[in-house]
């Protein structure tokens, strides 16, 4: 079955960096985009990054645009998120999810189970 396994969350001081991981199996993975989404506490779910299955496109939202990077190692079935000059309003469950295309279209259908990221002095 579908399984997506992130991790690499934790607490970061503002201005540092943390890097997430999605280790994806079940499927394949060379075949499909992978986004990032977050959720903050009482707040909605924010797509945040999305990369298509080569690697040819990517998006960012413009709240992380110039400090997040979305990348993919498709031998490794991995998905990365390096966050770098993290802001307190970063603070978040980022979860790892995987697109029904290789591009965007069509919606997602598998989620992780989210990696907390916490940024506080």
């Known amino acids: 079955q579908v399984q997506l396994v992130e991790s690499g969350g934790g607490l970061a001081q503002p201005g540092g960096s943390l890097r997430l991981s999605c280790v994806a199996s079940?499927?394949?993975?060379?075949?499909?985009?992978m986004t990032w989404a977050r959720q903050a506490p009482g707040k909605g779910l924010e797509w945040v990054s999305g990369i298509y299955d080569d690697g040819s496109d990517t998006y960012y939202a413009d709240s992380v645009k110039g400090r997040f990077t979305i990348s993919r190692d498709n031998a490794k079935n991995t998905v990365y998120l390096q966050m770098n000059s993290l802001k307190p309003e970063d603070t978040a469950l980022y979860y790892c999810?995987?697109?029904?295309?290789?591009?965007?279209?069509?919606?997602?259908?598998?989620w992780g189970q989210g990696t907390q990221v916490t940024v506080s002095s």
């Open positions: 079940g499927f394949t993975f060379s075949s499909y985009a």
């Open positions: 999810r995987k697109g029904r295309k290789p591009d965007y279209d069509g919606g997602f259908d598998y």
